[in-house]
T-cell receptor
Framework: GEDVEQSLFLSVREGDSSVINCTYTDSSSTYLYWYKQEPGAGLQLLTYIFSNMDMKQDQRLTVLLNKKDKHLSLRIADTQTGDSAIYFCAEMGNTDKLIFGTGTRLQVFP | ETGVTQSPTHLIKTRGQQVTLRCSSQSGHNTVSWYQQALGQGPQFIFQYYREEENGRGNFPPRFSGLQFPNYSSELNVNALELDDSALYLC??????????FGPGTRLTVL
C-alpha cells in the first residue's frame, strides 16, 4: 500500500539547521517532493528529487534520499523565522497522483 | 505568467446542498488535480483531469465529480454535502507530470 509518515513537530533556534524526516512505503515511487504550507495558504513546491538520485541541493535546501530504507529528509540551513510553516513530504508513483504525509510543523524561535 | 487561481476563497453550505468549486490552471498546463485537505491532515487526492478527460480517481464517492474545459480550467462538484466534507479543497496544475503547482485553495464549511 501507499503510506507516507512524518514526525508532527520540530522546533529549532533561528540560525540553526532544521532536518525534517519522512518515510514512505511505495517502492515504485518515481519522484519525492517537499511542499511548504503557511497558515491559511495553499502548498508551495519547495523541491523534488527523482528516485535514482541520492541528494539534491537548492540554495539553503538539501534533500537526501535513502531508497533502500525508503527515507527522505529535508535540511534547511540557517533557518529563519519565515521558515516557520508546515512541511509536507509527498511521493508520486506510477500514477500522477501525489500521496502526502500528515505534515511536520516547524517552529523557529529567536 | 499567472499562477493557479481558485474561487471562491471561502464557502459556507448546509448539509444536503450542492457546491461547485473552480480552478484556473497555470498558463500552459493541461492537467488539473484536485485534493481535499481536512484540518490537521495532509491533502488527499480526489481526481485528476487531463485534456478534459478524467485521468485517475482517489477513494472518494461518486457525489464528488469534476469537469475540465477546453481552456484547461476545471470544476469540482460535490452533491449531497455532508459535515465531513468540510475541508480545504486544493487544485493543482501541471504541464509535466512530475511538477504540480497548487492554488490557494477554497475553504468549505458544511453546517
Amino acid at each position: 500500500g501507499e503510506d507516507v509518515e512524518q514526525s508532527l513537530f520540530l522546533s529549532v533556534r533561528e540560525g540553526d539547521s532544521s532536518v525534517i524526516n519522512c518515510t514512505y512505503t511505495d517502492s515504485s515511487s518515481t519522484y519525492l517532493y517537499w511542499y511548504k504550507q503557511e497558515p491559511g495558504a495553499g502548498l508551495q513546491l519547495l523541491t523534488y528529487i527523482f528516485s535514482n538520485m541520492d541528494m539534491k541541493q537548492d540554495q539553503r535546501l538539501t534533500v537526501l534520499l535513502n531508497k533502500k530504507d525508503k527515507h527522505l529528509s529535508l535540511r534547511i540551513a540557517d533557518t529563519q523565522t519565515g521558515d516557520s510553516a508546515i512541511y509536507f513530504c509527498a511521493e508520486m508513483g506510477n500514477t500522477d497522483k501525489l500521496i502526502f504525509g500528515t505534515g511536520t510543523r516547524l517552529q523557529v524561535f529567536p | 505568467e499567472t499562477g493557479v487561481t481558485q474561487s471562491p476563497t471561502h464557502l459556507i453550505k448546509t448539509r444536503g446542498q450542492q457546491v461547485t468549486l473552480r480552478c484556473s490552471s497555470q498558463s500552459g498546463h493541461n492537467t488539473v488535480s484536485w485534493y481535499q485537505q481536512a484540518l490537521g491532515q495532509g491533502p488527499q487526492f480526489i481526481f485528476q483531469y487531463y485534456r478534459e478527460e478524467e485521468n485517475g480517481r482517489g477513494n472518494f464517492p461518486p457525489r464528488f465529480s469534476g469537469l475540465q474545459f477546453p481552456n484547461y480550467s476545471s470544476e469540482l462538484n460535490v452533491n449531497a454535502l455532508e459535515l465531513d466534507d468540510s475541508a480545504l479543497y486544493l487544485c493543482a496544475s501541471s504541464g509535466t507530470a512530475n511538477e504540480q503547482f497548487f492554488g490557494p485553495g477554497t475553504r468549505l464549511t458544511v453546517l
